[in-house]
C-alpha cells in the first residue's frame, strides 16, 4: 500500500486524483491546511494523518482536523516503515 | 530489478527541475532500474512541439525526451487530461501513451521508488 506525502493543497488536488481508495495520506508541512479539503470532499479520516507539529505550528484546530488522527515524527517515520512506494506531492 | 517511476509536473522552462529529473532516471536506467516517466499537469508543456531550447541557450527538453529509449527507458506515460486542458498534442515518435487517473493510479501501486519533482 502507498503513502502518500502531501506539501500543500495543491498537492492533495493532484494526489486525490491518482491515489487508491485504500492508500494513507499523511499532510505535513502548509499541506495541513489540506485538512479541510479533505472533510469537505467527505473522505474517510482514517485514511488520512497530520504531522503534530506543523498542525500545531499552524494553529490546525481540533473542529478542523476533525477525526483525522495526529502523528510525531516517530509515526511518520513507522508510516514510511510500513508502506511502498512513498509519494510526495508538492503541486 | 527495481521499478522506478519518476513524476513530472514542472515545464521545460521555467526551472531546471525536469532536466535534473531526466538526468536522475536516465542513471537510475544505467544502474539496471527499470524506469518509467509520467508526465502530469504542467509537465505536459514539456512534450510542446516545435520547442527550441537554443533560444534560451539551453537544451531542447522535447529533444531529451525523445533520446529517453536510448537509455533502455521505454515505459513512457502522460496524464490524458493534463494534455487534454492545455490542449497540447504529442508528437507520436516520442513514444509516450495518453493515460487516464487509474491507469497512473496502478502506475504508481506498482512501483518500488516514486520520486517527483522537488523545489
Same mark, same amino acid.
Given at each position: 500500500m502507498s503513502l502518500h506525502l502531501v506539501f500543500n493543497e495543491q498537492g492533495l488536488h493532484s494526489c486525490l486524483k491518482r491515489k487508491h481508495p485504500d492508500d494513507i495520506v499523511l499532510m505535513l =508541512?502548509?499541506?495541513?491546511?489540506?485538512c479541510l479539503q479533505w472533510h469537505q470532499a467527505r473522505?474517510?479520516? =482514517?485514511?488520512a494523518r497530520l504531522l503534530r507539529a506543523d498542525a500545531k505550528a499552524r494553529g490546525i484546530s481540533d473542529a478542523q482536523r476533525g477525526a483525522i488522527e495526529t502523528v510525531d515524527y516517530d509515526g511518520l517515520v513507522a508510516l514510511t516503515e510500513v508502506h511502498s512506494p512513498i509519494v510526495s506531492w508538492k503541486d | 530489478m527495481k521499478r522506478y517511476l519518476f513524476i513530472v509536473s514542472r515545464s521545460?522552462?521555467?526551472?531546471?527541475v525536469v532536466l535534473e529529473q531526466l538526468e536522475t532516471a536516465m542513471v537510475a536506467a544505467a544502474f539496471d532500474g527499470d524506469v518509467a516517466i509520467l508526465l502530469r499537469d504542467d509537465g505536459v508543456?514539456?512534450?510542446?512541439?516545435?520547442?527550441?531550447?537554443d533560444a534560451l541557450e539551453r537544451q531542447t527538453l522535447a529533444k531529451v525526451l525523445s533520446g529517453l529509449p536510448s537509455y533502455e527507458i521505454d515505459r513512457l506515460y502522460v496524464c490524458a487530461s493534463s494534455l487534454q486542458m492545455r490542449n497540447v498534442t504529442i508528437d507520436?515518435?516520442?513514444?509516450f501513451e495518453a493515460v487516464d487517473y487509474p491507469a497512473q493510479q496502478a502506475l504508481i501501486r506498482n512501483s518500488d521508488v516514486v520520486i517527483g519533482g522537488q523545489p
Open positions: =508541512d502548509d499541506g495541513v491546511y489540506a473522505l474517510p479520516s =482514517d485514511k | 521545460p522552462y521555467g526551472s531546471s508543456w514539456n512534450l510542446q512541439q516545435h520547442q527550441s531550447g507520436q515518435h516520442l513514444g
